[in-house]
């Protein structure tokens, strides 16, 4: 390696929308606002090798061991369009190596974990050229210009909220940390996704939100995220999980039920999928579980539940779910492999 080049190493991690963020506008703005929690366990980690030069260019960047020659032009043209609000951009050689902690294609957003490190990079390089240390919103905000929900992974908070909201919270060019004190359950929730398919997905999420600016449902679906939002922040400041985990299913099959009637329409959910929701919910209303579900753009199912409840979740999932799915991940691990 090149004496020339100055190395960084940075991490972040993964988040789960409740109140999903679909549809866009202008630079990476949202339709509507969206919260979602960290998932601890779940992180990207990527090193840059850096200097500075006359031009932009990406030389490298791998993934896992493997150069992903089309990721390192995306990341080129991303750092190209931010130049107006971080002008080292234009002067930076690169060289990027990253790895994630959790699988692919596992109902895991990568793009949210992956713009995020490679967000708080480039405020490491600020600092280290420039000597200026961004802000946590400029963090964010840069981080929002590479995919829209990598901004809500510059957080320290369990909870975050993106997007301006009805009710004088929130904006539109970065996350805000929710305040733990305000908004944060008297248990720690707990995550565990239910693999059904392991593929990539044939949709991808850009185009998914382009489809929104002509849909027919537009303005219901963003009339009904600003009041998910409204009486989903209510619930978790009440401590109330029963209609946070409503609300949160709620969204998860408006999310899916946008897609299924945008023109052209498509369909993301497996029959597996409605499985074991079937499942879950018959389990719930006897009693068994207090676990709800949400869905990210894909078939596979996060099971959010109170930490208590463990146990109640591996009866259920050893019971029902391991014929259905192709893998499980628990975050928190609890001792799983
Ligand atoms: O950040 P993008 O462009 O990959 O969009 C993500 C959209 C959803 O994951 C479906 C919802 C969300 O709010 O994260």
């Known amino acids: 390696m090149n004496n020339n080049y100055k190395q960084i190493v940075k991490v972040a991690h993964s988040n789960i929308a409740f109140v999903k963020y679909w549809g866009k506008r202008g630079r990476q703005y949202p339709l509507n606002p969206s919260v979602s929690m960290l998932i601890d366990q779940c992180q990207t980690k990527t090193q840059c090798s850096y200097q500075i030069s006359d031009q932009l260019q990406v030389e490298s960047f791998q993934f896992e061991g493997k150069e992903q020659f089309d990721f390192g032009k995306r990341i080129e043209q991303y750092l190209e369009s931010i130049s107006e ?3 080292l951009a234009k002067r930076l050689r690169l060289r990027f190596e990253s790895e994630n902690n959790f699988p692919h294609s596992a109902g895991i957003a990568s793009s949210a974990s992956g713009f995020a490190a490679i967000a708080n990079i480039l405020a490491e390089i600020e600092w280290l050229e420039n ?4 802000s946590r919103e400029q963090i964010s905000t840069l981080a929002r210009l590479g995919s829209g929900s990598a901004c809500r992974s510059i957080s320290k908070a369990p909870f975050n909220l993106w997007g301006k909201t009805k009710f004088d919270l929130g904006t539109d060019d970065y996350s805000l940390d929710l305040d733990e004190k305000k908004y944060s359950f008297s248990e720690k929730l707990a995550d565990t996704i239910l693999v059904v398919n392991q593929s ?10 382009s489809l929104m600016n002509t849909h027919f449902y537009r303005e219901s679906r963003i009339e009904q995220a600003h009041e998910n939002t409204r009486c989903l922040l209510n619930a978790i400041e009440a401590d109330n999980f029963t209609d946070f985990g409503e609300i949160i299913e709620n969204e998860a099959l408006s999310l899916h039920a946008m897609m299924m009637t945008s023109m052209p329409s498509y369909t993301l959910l497996h029959a597996n999928t409605l499985r074991v929701i079937e499942k879950l919910k018959d389990s719930r209303e006897k009693g068994e579980i207090m676990a709800y579900f949400t869905l990210d753009a894909g078939p596979n199912i996060h099971l959010i539940y109170p930490e208590s409840q463990k146990d109640q979740v591996k009866s259920f999932v050893s019971e029902f779910c391991l014929d259905l799915c192709e893998k499980i991940i628990w975050a928190p691990h609890f001792g799983e492999s």
């Open 85 to 87: 609000v971080y002008p």
């Open 131 to 134: 000597n200026v240390r961004l």
């Open 200 to 209: 990539q997905k044939d949709v991808s999420s850009s185009f998914g939100h």
